[in-house]
């Protein structure tokens, strides 16, 4: 329980790193973000594939059904993400300045909404790892953090665009943040209830980083780069994995 409510309270500060584009060059920050966005979506994948999957398939079974529920529940985990979006019809912009961004205020409360919702699901997911395993807890609790600081570093931007006032609108992103700690505490009273069966969030949040790393993430740092920054970009995404891939070996 400490460690599910240590990593989620910090987490749940990462909202105040909107504050940086207070005092970085836009630039900088810019060329920052997109590093982060290659990280992190490494990372994603990473986690996704070489330790939630792998310790669901160690959990749950290997047997052909076993194997069919875990794909499945990382479908599941894929499709709800996409609803989720696509249902308010935004895109994350992992950048500070965006020109598509509506102006209009009514936009910038979905997304609220949607990261509280986003970020309570992740609470969630924590609880259940660090449930099921402290090294699979480590392991979530930084992939999300790592997903967690370019989309809270974007929707602040995305937030003062949007036309609030910079305090409030750091402010409205903490809270809309502070609901990962309450995933926490519900996924850990969850557990009692449920007891093993939260083992079947594994396979989900993997479905949940695939997809963000996949759809979120990759695309933002795709298109807008010369070769130059491609590699570099690619580089940092393989680091990314092999982060993971070291945590895998190290604990
Ligand atoms: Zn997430």
Request: overall charge negative; some cysteine.
């Amino acid at each position: 329980m400490f460690y599910i409510l240590l990593s989620t309270f910090l987490i749940s500060l990462i909202a105040f790193l909107g504050a940086l584009t207070l005092f970085l060059k836009e630039k900088l920050l810019d060329k920052i973000l997109l590093i982060l966005v290659a990280f992190s979506a490494g990372a994603l994948i990473g986690g996704a594939f070489l330790h939630l999957i792998p310790e669901a398939i160690s959990e749950i079974g290997s047997s052909e059904t076993d194997l069919l529920k875990i794909f499945l529940l990382v479908i599941l985990g894929f499709c709800v993400f996409f609803i989720l979006e696509q249902f308010i019809r935004w895109h994350h912009h992992h950048t500070v300045h965006c020109e598509d961004c509506p102006k209009i205020a009514p936009f910038s409360y979905l997304i609220l909404i949607s990261d509280a919702v986003h970020n309570f699901i992740d609470g969630l997911i924590i609880a259940a790892s660090f449930i099921i395993a402290f090294p699979v807890g480590v392991v979530t609790a930084l992939a999300v953090a790592l997903h967690e600081i370019p989309q809270e570093i974007g929707d602040y931007g995305v937030l003062v665009y949007g036309g609030f006032k910079k305090i409030k609108a750091l402010f409205l992103n903490f809270l809309s943040a502070i609901t990962v700690v309450f995933g926490g505490i519900i996924g850990f009273l969850l557990s009692e209830k449920i007891g093993q069966s939260i083992v079947f969030l594994l396979p989900f949040a993997a479905g949940h980083f695939i997809y963000i790393s996949a759809t979120d993430l990759i695309p933002e740092i795709k298109h807008r780069a010369s070769d130059k920054k491609s590699i570099i970009h690619f580089s940092v995404f393989l680091f990314g994995i092999f982060l993971m891939l070291l945590l895998k070996i190290l604990i």
